[in-house]
């Protein structure tokens, strides 16, 4: 069956190391999206593609990157961690266009210390 | 900033309708209403979506008013499993951005 994954589940790292979070997709959807979550909060997006070569910044993208070289995957990198980016990370992904859903991963726990 | 405005929790017992209540009186005409969910430490899960008309489907239904400004999901005989936390979500036809506010936290009782 067609699915979502994100690596690792969980992390934990240090202040001021580079973090890269993995999501792939097998539906061969062109759009995909990160999302993080706070305690208390709902999510709130950090970046989002439509298509190979195509990235796009969300409402909270600062401190964090995105490239996009095939369709099935799309890393979120955080250049220099901080512990105000401890979260929970999602990705989804979604066909192109019109009222689709959104599909989601299990989540990735990063804890920066 | 989320365009929909839901009670911050809610309790339902098993086997019961829920009904879960959602303002959105500022939608716009080109925005459908969608419902997610998100069970504790998962990611979240589509249930529904529609753009004025009710709608059903194997897991809920819809019922959005004639003005639009608010509407209901409706989960017909919960289970313990419904136990969650469920997004009201207004979306832009042709965009996938979602605008999550916090949602209601409904809670199945035996």
């Known amino acids: 069956d067609a699915e979502i994954t994100q690596s690792p589940r969980h992390k934990i790292t240090e202040t001021g190391r580079q973090v890269t979070l993995a999501c792939h997709q097998t539906?061969?959807?062109?759009?995909m999206f990160w999302y993080r979550q706070d305690l208390g909060h709902g999510l709130r997006l950090i970046h989002y593609?439509?298509?190979?070569?195509?990235?796009n910044k969300g409402e909270v993208s600062d401190g964090y990157s995105v490239s996009r070289s095939n369709t099935e995957d799309l890393p979120l990198t955080l250049e220099s961690a901080a512990s105000s980016q401890t979260s929970v990370y999602f990705c989804?992904?979604?066909?192109?266009?019109?009222?689709?859903?959104?599909?989601f991963g299990p989540g990735t726990r990063l804890t920066v210390l | 900033d989320a365009k929909t405005t839901q009670p911050p929790s809610m309790d339902c017992a098993e086997g019961r309708a829920a009904n879960l209540p959602c303002n959105h009186s500022?939608?716009?005409?080109?925005?459908?209403v969608y419902w997610y969910r998100q069970i504790h430490s998962q990611g979240p899960q589509y249930i529904i979506h529609?753009?004025?008309n009710n709608e059903t489907n194997e897991m809920a239904s819809l019922i959005i008013t004639e003005d639009r400004k608010s509407s209901t999901l409706i989960l017909p005989h919960a289970t313990l499993r419904d136990t969650a936390v469920y997004y009201c979500?207004?979306?832009?036809?042709?965009?996938?951005?979602?605008?999550f506010g916090t949602g209601t936290r409904l809670q199945v009782f035996p």
């Open positions: 989804a992904s979604a066909r192109t266009g019109s009222s689709d859903t959104q599909y």
């Open positions: 539906w061969n959807h062109n759009n």
């Open positions: 593609s439509y298509g190979v070569q195509d990235t």
């Open positions: 500022t939608i716009s005409g080109n925005e459908y």
């Open positions: 529609g753009l004025k």
């Open positions: 979500i207004v979306k832009i036809i042709n965009t996938d951005k979602l605008i």
